[in-house]
């Protein structure tokens, strides 16, 4: 899969850009293309190429990361990286995608990827275009990070810190919680029906006040989502 989503990291710290490219090399479709070591660097990079998406030390020397990101194209993504947390609510006054402090663990930097992809134009979407609505999430299996479309979901089954996301044509075991990866999904779409099952609301093929049945497969309602799920699915 081509690399189509361009990133420079700025740190005047060495070892933390090596770091971030490790992590970000991990991941199809994004391509660190600069790394760069003050903000001066950046900016005369930037002028001169196409950059999507910046990973944005706060505390560097002459010029700060705030002071940066206040003068560049607004088009321009940010993640904020630093090691001090006081920092927090000007890098988010600033629109920023997340903020991550340091040392950041890759597991953190994958879910600041996934709020990029979720809040990036259509315009740097659209190389990526896959599906009718652009819409995926990353995630980490058998050592590698695998890009799952909404539409391609039939249902998620979690065991314990595992889950296991059940596409057509095959399933994919990745270590999250149910919660996490709930959040990580469009309420519009998908529908918690128990505390070991999501479904996508497009793939039900029929229901009780018991169960629903997906791909063929019948799925309890527990009675604790029942009220809500019975709700959702009567407006249909």
Known sequence: MPKSIT???????????EIIASHVAQIETIEVIAQCKNAIEAFN??????????????????????????SINKDIKIIFTTAYRDYAVEGFDL?????????????RL?????????????????????????????????????????NAIIYVESYSDYIKIHLQDETITTRETITSIEAKLPKTQFLRIHRSYIVCIAKIQSFTNEH???NRKALSISRSYKKEVLKRLENF
Do not use: H, W
């Open 45 to 70: 990079f930037i002028s001169n190429n196409k950059v999507d998406l910046i990973f944005l030390d706060i505390n560097m020397p002459e010029i700060s990361g705030i002071s940066f990101a206040k």
């Open 7 to 17: 990133c420079i990291i700025v740190d005047d710290e060495a070892i933390a850009r």
């Open 212 to 214: 629903l049945t997906v």
């Open 95 to 107: 629109q920023a995608v997340d903020y991550l402090l340091k040392p950041i663990a890759f597991e």
């Open 110 to 150: 994958l879910q600041a990827i996934n709020r990029f992809f979720e809040v990036a134009s259509t315009a740097i979407d659209s190389t990526l275009t896959t599906t009718e609505s652009n819409d995926f999430i990353f995630v980490r299996s058998d050592r590698r990070m695998l890009k799952v479309d909404f």
